[in-house]
């Protein structure tokens, strides 16, 4: 960001970038843009330390022998890969950036309701983030990110602890923006912006803020109770002592699984925003999208013992759980549906945030359906703890959220930046995220359901083929992501003034000026149409 | 160069574990290519021609909502009835199924059958007839895994699982850990062989130079001196042996429990936890860290083997006068 502030902006109208130089202006900011700019930084820093071991864990598995590294120092790659992609990029990702930066102006707000909170939840989650890297340094958690007992609470010597913290801290973070955002879409609406009329990605993050806060609070009382049966040796996880190693899976999934829906449900209202906009069309199905991410909030808190068929749970529980995760995939087939009938006559267009629509659209449909292989308890049985849960959920993870962040950032970086990134090495860059991707997971269902199981450091000679597959397609991948974030920071000093709406969008965001003015809006907005009111004429089929 | 697809399927569940794989592999090829083709095709009929067109709005169905709502849950539901199906058929192993004890340890799968014959990694079992797998852990949570049987069963610490199978072609297996365990978490595998009936007998008959396990049981029955208070067939201070096995025991808080694998482990780690009616609590000493996993169940045999077969048995009532004895 930098060398784009110190570039002379005499001749530039005031905006949230140029309103104040220097890095106090940043580290003691109250502007919900900049704390959202902070946030683009930290967590793509995490991204690409997760990338880098994601990078580490494939090139050993390169061959079936563990030749690259000892076991040990594999089984710290994989946990730090999980550990910083779920906690310290996933969860954060699109609430903390693209939410933090838009929910306020897409509902007309000057800012958050609570400022200040929101600037302490960025601190939280830099702390937290220091101990998860601190954790790293010193040595390394090989527990897996999931922190299972009775192995992280006893046996493992690794620095679990510290890792722990890491992630109690940054869910503080999440709480905080959860809570800084159902406030703000409550009390802080234009005049005329119904609830019928929020965005889809003002609902998705509304969602979500449902979840970070009521879940949040369970992973945090988990881990702490890890580390503090680590420390004193209570009895709560560890059977020696009393304890039973199970009920730490089911408070872990309970937030855990949950999780997912905070992971997925923001990229989700990503998607509404992007395939409106790039089909110029109004959505099919609103009240569907926006009751399926709240359905998703509340029935994603019920499904979390499918995580756990072949624990030893009673025969009624898992076929309640079974059931359960089926109903929950209702609403995200819905979405879906929706947004595929929104392209239905409208004009599309297919500049980069489309193309990351359409690979999300296709990728999370793969992995949502591969979810209910998963479900299925007679396979479960087979399939869990193998490859092909690892390719399921990076297929929903990757597949969907990240790719819905990319297309979120390439929509709304005009805005973001008032600069346009360069259009055809985004194109590019978004067709090798999806050939890599491909190439990387795909192959991990077929080694899944032949039995390769996961976080393995060798494995059987067979598999070998199907994982030089996923190796090779790890690198187009990494190569995928390493272009954007050349051309994006290129853009930031060369590339081409945006305009206020270049995508010729509708949302209040597009009607302030790119970069927009620190309270957002000369004067507050008063909304009078629904959202995504491309075209004047209404027609109705069906 | 290998390139298997398809893991080979060597038990009595696989094929039909495949049969429902494949009818979601087929739905799943199916969604995701209507979808595709409907992104596809929309994309490109409707694609832009000019910068200034605006498409009239569609607001939406509500037949097509309930439609695609309705039926994708209907399709589900096959999922879940199919799966159910095959997970409720294994979820108990039949009664003439043939024990084999399985101690999971970081980083190894300790096998030992009844006859005696003891094992590290691998599993010798006869094709055709069913094997249930009693599972305990020595540490962490491990999970035994037979890719070619389409099983899987986590062992965890400080319980009995159980899981089993019929094998029905011979042939060597792999067998994984699937649970995460530590360090040499995948070199935590092993074969398992599937041999003819004759072969088996033969295998069965080479090894066990220490007896059964029900006579290495016994052996650390005397050793450990649970002996010298649980006598077989006389009341002495402790329980009666003989007959307790999966006889119905009063406790002395009024429940009655079946005395199991759970309930004999259960008692030997922790006595005081269920005192049988008439006895006292604090007579007999803990066993907790003091015996392997694997002594633990051969102790279990030995009680199993003195079980009165047939019509179950009474619950070892105390009689009034007794003043001092324990449960078991
Ligand atoms: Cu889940
Ligand atoms: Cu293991």
């Known amino acids: 960001m930098s060398t784009a502030l110190q570039e002379p902006r005499v001749a530039e109208t005031p905006n949230y970038l140029n309103a104040e130089y220097g890095w106090k202006s940043w580290l003691f900011t109250k502007d919900h843009k900049r704390i959202a700019v902070l946030y683009i930084i930290s967590i793509t820093v995490m991204f690409f330390i997760g990338g880098i071991f994601a990078g580490l864990i494939r090139t050993e598995l390169l061959t079936p022998q563990g030749d690259l590294v000892n076991s040990d120092t594999y089984n710290k790659f994989f946990t730090m890969h999980g550990i910083v992609m779920v906690f310290f990029f996933l969860i954060p990702s699109i609430p903390a950036t693209l939410g933090n930066f838009f929910v306020p102006m897409m509902i007309g707000a000057k800012d958050l309701a609570f400022p200040r909170i929101n600037l302490l939840s960025w601190y939280i989650y830099i702390a937290g983030a220091a101990f998860a890297l601190a954790a790293i340094v010193l040595g390394g958690v090989d527990t897996g990110w999931t922190f299972y007992t009775p192995f992280s609470s006893t046996y493992s010597n690794t620095f679990v602890i510290t890792a722990a913290v890491g992630v109690f801290i940054a869910g503080f973070s999440s709480i905080l923006t959860g809570l800084n955002f159902i406030v703000t879409v409550h009390k802080m609406r234009a005049p005329g912006m119904t609830w019928g009329r929020l965005p889809l990605f003002v609902w998705a993050n509304y969602a979500t803020s449902l979840i970070q806060v009521l879940g949040t609070p369970v992973v945090a009382i988990t881990l702490a109770l890890v580390g503090l049966e680590r420390a004193f040796h209570i009895g709560i996880f560890d059977p020696a002592i009393g304890g039973d190693p199970i009920l730490f899976q089911h408070m872990f999934w309970f937030y855990s699984h949950p999780a997912v829906y905070i992971m997925i449900l923001p990229g989700m209202g990503v998607i509404s925003e992007l395939v409106t906009c790039f089909s110029r069309k109004g959505i099919f199905g609103y009240p569907f999208i926006a009751g399926s991410s709240l359905g998703i909030a509340i029935i994603g808190f019920l499904v979390w013992g499918h995580h756990m068929f072949v624990t030893g749970m009673s025969m009624y529980a898992s076929l309640y759980f079974s059931l359960l995760t089926m109903l929950v995939a209702v609403p995200s087939a819905i979405k879906v549906f929706n947004w595929t009938a929104t392209m239905f006559r409208g004009s599309i267009s297919f500049d980069t945030p489309m193309l990351y629509a359409f690979g999300f659209i296709g990728l999370f449909t793969i992995g949502g359906l591969t979810g209910l292989f998963l479900a299925t308890l007679g396979v479960d049985v087979h399939v869990t703890d193998t490859y092909f849960v690892v390719a399921h959920f990076h297929y929903v993870m990757v597949g969907g959220m990240v790719l819905a962040y990319m297309g979120g950032l390439h929509f709304w970086w005009p805005k973001i930046t008032g600069r346009l990134y360069p259009e055809g ?36 000679p067979e598999f070998q083929v199907l994982n030089v597959f996923s190796t090779a397609g790890a690198t187009i991948l990494g190569v995928g992501y390493i272009i954007p974030l050349i051309y994006m920071l290129w853009s930031l000093k060369y ?24 309270f957002n809006f000369e004067k507050t907005p008063v909304v009078t149409e629904e959202a995504y009111a491309y075209g004047k004429e209404e027609a109705h089929i069906g | 160069m290998q390139l298997p697809l398809f893991p080979e399927a060597a038990s009595s569940l696989a094929k039909n ?107 010798h079992v006869p094709v055709g007839r069913p094997v249930k797998l009693t599972l305990a852990s020595e540490d962490v949570i491990h999970s035994f895994f037979i890719p070619a049987f389409r099983i899987k069963h986590d062992v965890v610490p400080g319980r009995y699982d159980t899981m089993w199978f019929t094998a029905t072609k011979p042939g060597r297996y792999h067998l994984f850990c699937a649970e995460y365990c530590g360090t040499e978490h995948s070199g935590m595998i092993g074969w398992v062989t599937v041999m003819n009936d004759s072969d088996y007998e033969n295998w069965l008959s080479g090894g066990g130079s220490e007896g059964t396990m029900a006579q290495q049981g016994e052996k650390l029955f005397g050793q450990l001196g649970c002996s010298t208070c649980h006598l077989l067939d006389q009341q002495g201070r402790c329980p009666i042996m003989r007959g307790v096995y999966g006889s119905r025991v009063q406790l002395n808080d009024g429940r009655t429990v079946l005395a199991d694998d ?67």
């Open chain 1, 425 to 460: 090495w985004g194109r590019f860059a978004a067709l090798l995220v999806f050939v890599g991707f491909n190439a990387t997971f795909f192959p991990q269902f077929i080694l899944g359901y032949l039995g390769q199981p996961r976080r393995y450091h060798a494995y059987a």
């Open chain 1, 495 to 518: 590339g081409p003034k945006a305009g206020d709406n270049p995508w010729r969008a509708k949302g209040l965001e597009w009607e302030t000026s790119s970069p927009p003015p620190t």
């Open chain 2, 17 to 123: 574990v495949d049969y429902l794989y494949y009818y979601l592999t087929a739905v799943t090829i199916v969604m995701t290519g209507l979808i595709f083709a409907a992104v596809f095709f929309f994309a490109i009929k409707y694609r832009r021609r000019s910068e200034d067109e605006t498409p009239r709005p569609i607001h939406g169905s509500l037949v097509l909502e309930i439609g695609w709502s309705v039926v994708p849950f209907l399709v589900m539901l096959t999922f879940f009835w199919w799966g159910a199906q095959i997970f409720f058929e294994n979820a108990s192993p039949p009664p003439n199924a043939m024990d084999v004890y399985v101690v999971g340890k970081q980083w190894m799968w300790k096998i030992q059958y009844p006859q005696g014959q003891r094992e590290i990694n691998e599993l």
């Open chain 2, 262 to 328: 759970a309930y004999i482990r259960e008692s030997i780690l922790n006595p005081n936890a269920k005192i049988v009616a008439g006895y006292h609590s604090d007579v007999m000493p803990t066993f907790q860290g003091q015996i392997s996993e694997e002594q633990l169940l051969q102790l279990i045999v030995y009680v199993k083997s003195l079980a009165i077969t047939g019509t179950p048995t009474a619950p070892p009532l105390g009689s009034a006068g007794q003043t001092q004895g324990a449960k078991q």
